[in-house]
């Protein structure tokens, strides 16, 4: 882009007032923001350090002096100090240089210094805060209640976070500028929303949205004795309403104690995390907001005679507020795009900028209100809307209008009218009109997006636009794209396998990766000569399951394993030992080098022993945290990102692949014990209390018909799909599993069932270096299933089955069903299922493993599967195998499948009684199975050897 549209113009143009500027996907945003920039310090009587331009991430920084060198008479050198920044820099920033004493506003008797470092590794002050919060519970007891409510206290630490995002913060004494009242929530705003969702559908003929969302009112809940029947919440039979005053009564909660004990967490965390000498990025907002309300001879020094914001989408209350407090004139110009806002998990506020007027209203009331901190006039506000599209064809930006009104799931209603009304339509500036938009779909989407990849290749029906021009496509063209980092992972390794170029770009998983599970082996072994070091190290070697477990049982390891173990034990860190284990498999790329970082970092910032660093990794792989690793396999390459990590990107072809249901949108929500929300303020899903000379872990009913009540973030999910959509320029594909989701099903577009067929690709591959280990001929156990027991004749003579690919997603739907809960049953068999589920009062297991060790024939010999479920009752187990079977034809041969439980689950309870049977969820019936004897099993084993 060389020169401005009508639109960017007269943004540039307009260098005084307030401006709120709708910038659309590809509309050229960073370019019209840097040349304004460029255009306001050519002034003569302005200066760069009169101008602060607030970007997003410090990459987007460096790009935008870039651009504005490019186009002003100041040099690379003269903008180097110039404000252009994050607001997390700006904030550091302004506590270096005058922040010393900021602490002593919130009664805390520390200081903030030049050595006071900010902590960016989320894993490592997690750490941190596990030894914070080990010291607080022993120092107050009275809070013993609520640890025990709380499943895992680091859960803390995001709600503190939350908190300082919305400019919640403790005192010594109480709250900061009254804001006790955000946490007391506000009545009158939740009575709108109880009552909006509460109206009769269908002209009054329908019950309410919320008496609906109700209806699974205490399934899977302990409350406690004082609960509210279901009636009383619901309203009786035949009512198509909630009873209005069910508002107040799920509302009025005594909090006092909760607030009393967030309020102690989170001042003495602030003092914790200071005399450890760091902040988080939270906390380096928090500090610099009170600096500036407090201090007003500050404010007026450091503040700024223009203000510009860009991704103001992505922006959270309280840097609203601190823009409000540097902006020293009413030269305010806030940049953004509300169908991109997809940033709430960090606490973004989308209402920042589709309500801007009224809150700009409201927070400038709110800093005023003791003392006169904005000056300036709040009107007139400017609009521009920024709608020439220099990305995407037309086609795709017309069909992408579509996910923003598009349903997220059965039970998602969207206001259509209101949605459309809001959305400023673009216009492409494409020279080629030449778009595929397409769906494919089959249960192995893996392998189904890879021979798509290879189709698209070469092929004239995708050619891409370049300088004007059509030209065949490349594997570098295209970018696979997900909702969530697992498929992306999944996708790799498959492609791996068949040598098709293809590299992961962003944030991943890095506890999750190789190079740290083999870490982690070996810290095992070295401290404790652990059995789940020795097998990850064994199978890394090429042994197999069968041959890992006899070493194991023998406890007789190669000698160049041992030889190894003694060589890392004389090192005397963990970094060295870290450096020689990848060293020894040859792992020397980007993940390796930023997890050596990492361990080194949290080891040196804490009192961690080796053991510590062990749980620490482990808590690594169980949270799936993410660090950003690039990583590339090469030029010419397929790029696999997820959607988030895409934001601001552009590819030729995009691919928005694991389009599948509870995957996108993803299934389960909060399940924190303390939880944050407007306009419900702070509430205890959890409770720990004694019924009955009990004490147990209650669910709180009243959190439980107040979450009912608040949207469930759809809305953001129709924004990812606009996101990813808009991310392509030439064209555009979806891929789904056999459970396509509900947004593909919505589009329109029609579903094409790909048959894979992937080739093998002429990429060199490059071979990963392992211990070279001789590996033994087999010794140990044969293994089997329970199904190399059964007949397969039984099941030829059977054309009015479901097929598998039912069975399994009806498996998936019983072991959602338990876990999550919140999960809608699709069909008559999974309703079956769930009244089934509903009826059991024991505990719940799904999907365990069990190993049936036997000698057969002199022969060591395993058998080993999965239990559908077990029920675990005081005095009973029970087995049950679910089936989608139309009859019970095959019954004997499941006899033999659910023998094998039987005789494993026997052996885990000894003193109970264990019963297996079979649920037939086509009838919604349980049959009882009599399972063989264990003789009689090592005998089927014997028939087929």
């Not at 002209?203 to 969302?213: C, I, T, Y």
């Not at 160049?560 to 090192?571: D, G, P, R």
């Not at 993940?591 to 080891?603: E, K, Y």
Request: proline share 4%; glycine share 6%.
């Amino acid at each position: 882009m060389t020169a401005s549209n009508d639109q960017q113009q007269d943004l540039i143009d307009s260098k005084r007032g307030i401006h709120v500027v709708d910038a659309g996907a590809g509309t050229g945003k960073t370019f019209t923001v840097t040349r304004r920039y460029a255009e306001i310090v050519d002034q003569d009587d302005v200066e760069p350090e009169d101008v602060l331009l607030v970007t997003f991430t410090n990459n987007a920084a460096t790009e935008m002096k870039d651009r504005i060198v490019a186009h002003c008479d100041y040099g690379m050198r003269e903008l180097s100090d110039a404000p252009i920044q994050t607001f997390h820099s700006l904030c550091h920033d302004i506590l270096m240089e005058h922040g010393f004493e900021a602490p002593t506003l919130l009664g805390i008797d520390d200081r903030i210094t030049g050595s006071t470092r900010v902590l960016e590794d989320e894993n490592v002050e997690k750490s941190q805060f596990r030894e914070f919060i080990r010291r607080f519970s022993d120092d107050h007891p009275e809070y013993d209640d609520f640890f025990r409510a709380v499943t895992e206290p680091v859960e803390l630490l995001g709600l503190l976070n939350q908190l300082a995002a919305k400019g919640v913060f403790p005192t010594a004494d109480g709250w900061y500028r009254n804001g006790e009242r955000h946490l007391d929530g506000d009545f009158d705003a939740f009575r709108e929303v109880f009552d909006e969702l509460n109206q009769p559908r269908n002209d009054g003929n329908k019950q309410s949205e919320l008496r609906s969302k109700l209806g699974g009112y205490g399934n899977d809940t302990c409350y406690l004795p004082d609960a509210p029947e279901e009636d009383e919440i619901r309203g009786g039979w035949g009512e198509k309403q909630v009873p209005a005053a069910v508002a107040r009564l799920a509302f009025d909660e005594r909090r006092a104690d909760l607030k009393n004990f967030v309020h102690d967490v989170y001042h003495e965390y602030l003092a914790f995390a200071l005399s450890r000498n760091y902040l988080n990025f939270s906390f380096l907002q928090l500090f610099a907001f009170v600096l500036l309300c407090d201090d007003h001879r500050l404010r007026d020094d450091v503040a700024f005679e223009y203000v510009m914001i860009d991704e103001f989408q992505d922006s959270s209350e309280i840097q609203f507020k601190l823009a409000l407090l540097l902006a020293d004139t009413n030269n305010v110009c806030v940049v953004g795009d509300w169908k991109q806002s997809i940033y709430s998990f960090q606490y973004a506020a989308v209402e920042n900028i589709t309500e801007f007027e009224s809150r700009l209203d409201r927070f400038v009331d709110e800093l005023n209100g003791d003392h006169e901190r904005v000056s300036w006039a709040t009107r007139p506000i400017i609009d521009i809307e920024l709608v020439e599209n220099y990305r995407s064809t037309q086609a795709i930006l017309d069909f992408s209008e579509h996910s923003l009104v598009t349903p997220a799931a059965s039970t998602d209603d969207v206001d259509e009218a209101t949605v459309r009304d809001r959305i400023v339509s673009l216009s492409s500036n494409a020279a080629c009109e030449h778009s595929q938009i397409e769906a494919i779909q089959h249960e192995d989407e893996h392998e189904a997006v890879l021979t798509k990849i290879q189709e698209i290749v070469g092929n004239d029906a995708y050619q891409v636009e370049e300088d004007g021009d059509l030209r065949l496509p490349e594997y570098g063209d295209i970018a696979v794209l997900t909702r969530t980092r697992d498929f992306g992972r999944e996708l790799l390794s498959v492609a791996e396998t068949y040598g098709l170029p293809m590299a992961y770009d962003g944030g991943i998983e890095l506890f999750r990766s190789d190079p740290a599970k083999l870490l982690l082996a070996w810290l095992r072994i070295l401290e404790s000569d652990a059995e789940r070091g020795w097998a990850v190290v064994l199978e890394e070697a090429g042994y197999t399951l069968d041959e890992v477990e006899h070493v194991l049982d023998s406890e007789e390891y190669p000698a160049n394993m041992q030889a190894f173990k003694s060589e890392l034990a004389a090192l005397e860190t963990v970094g060295g030992v870290a450096r020689r284990v990848f060293s020894q498999y040859d792992y020397d790329g980007a993940d390796a080098d930023v997890l050596l970082t990492t361990i080194q970092s949290v080891h040196s910032a804490t009192t961690l022993t080796r053991g510590d660093l062990i749980r620490f990794v482990e808590r690594g792989i169980e949270d799936g945290s993410t660090h950003e690793v690039h990583a590339s396999a090469g030029m010419n390459s397929v790029t696999v990102q997820t959607i988030h990590a895409a934001k601001g990107l552009e590819h030729p072809i995009v691919v928005l692949a694991n389009m599948n249901s509870h995957r996108f949108p993803p299934s389960g929500g909060n399940g924190n014990a303390i939880t944050f929300d407007d306009p419900i303020g702070l509430r205890q899903r959890k409770l720990y209390a004694d019924d009955h000379g009990y004490p147990h872990v209650h669910d709180n009913w009243r959190s439980d018909v107040l979450r009912k009540c608040l949207p469930r973030g759809y809305d953001e999910e129709r924004r990812l799909l606009y996101v990813a959509m808009t991310r392509a320029e030439s064209h555009l594909v979806f891929a789904a599993g056999e459970s396509p989701n509900a947004f593909i099903e919505a589009l329109p577009v029609d579903i094409e069932d790909l048959e894979p067929d992937v080739r093998e690709g002429d990429s060199s591959e490059t071979t990963q270096g392992h211990l070279q280990i001789s590996v033994p001929t087999p010794d140990g156990p044969v293994g089997h299933s329970p199904h190399t027991l059964m007949r397969d004749d039984v099941f030829e003579e059977v054309d009015d089955g479901r097929g598998t690919a039912f069975g399994t997603k009806t498996h998936e739907f019983a072991e959602r069903y338990v876990l999550e809960g919140d999960v809608e049953p699709s069909n008559d068999h999974e309703r079956h299922v769930k009244s089934f589920l509903d009826s059991l009062d024991g505990e719940l297991r799904v999907e365990e493993d069990a190993y049936l060790p036997l000698t057969v024939d002199g022969e060591r010999v395993t058998i080993s599967g999965i239990v559908d479920l077990v029920h675990i009752r005081p005095d009973t187990v029970e087995i049950i195998d679910f089936k989608t079977d139309l009859g019970r034809h095959a019954e004997d041969e499941y006899r033999k499948q659910l023998s094998v439980y039987y005789h494993v689950l026997n052996d885990w309870f000894p003193d109970r009684d264990v019963t297996t049977g079979i649920f037939y969820t086509a009838e919604g019936r349980c049959v009882d199975i009599d399972p063989l004897s264990l003789s009689k099993v090592a005998e089927l084993i014997s028939e087929i050897h």
